[in-house]
Nanobody, 116 residues
């Protein structure tokens, strides 16, 4: 599966962005029950912060809970991330992958920069 993230950009604190992750194959292929959004802040390791299961259950880390929403459109083979009330600490490169990640699925990511 190839994943292509898009939708990043430069936004002021308090603003919103919607990220998309287009997959070349089925989102929930055999053995994959959960998808996630990851981000890598400058100088930090990549971290998983939002997940969605094949059944539609979602989970978020506390720092984004209430501000970010993960969703999927299985027909379009796309995972979305709606980000509201963005903060400077949300700055980083955003990736999608399964959760846990498949090593050969990583895309190029999309840069999100939030200015104060």
């Amino acid at each position: 599966v190839q994943l292509v993230e898009s939708g990043g950009g430069l936004v002021q604190a308090g603003g919103s962005l919607r990220l998309s992750c287009a997959a070349s194959g089925s989102l929930f292929s055999i053995g994959i029950n959960s998808l996630g959004w990851y981000r890598q802040a400058p100088g930090k390791q990549r971290e998983l912060f939002a997940t969605i299961t094949s059944g539609g259950s979602t989970d978020y880390v506390d720092s984004v809970k209430g501000r970010f929403t993960i969703s999927t459109d299985n027909a379009k083979k796309t995972v979305y991330l709606q980000m509201n009330n963005l903060k400077p600490e949300d700055t980083g490169v955003y990736y999608c992958n399964s959760a846990p990640p498949q090593p050969d699925w990583w895309g190029q990511g999309t840069q999100v920069t939030v200015s104060s």
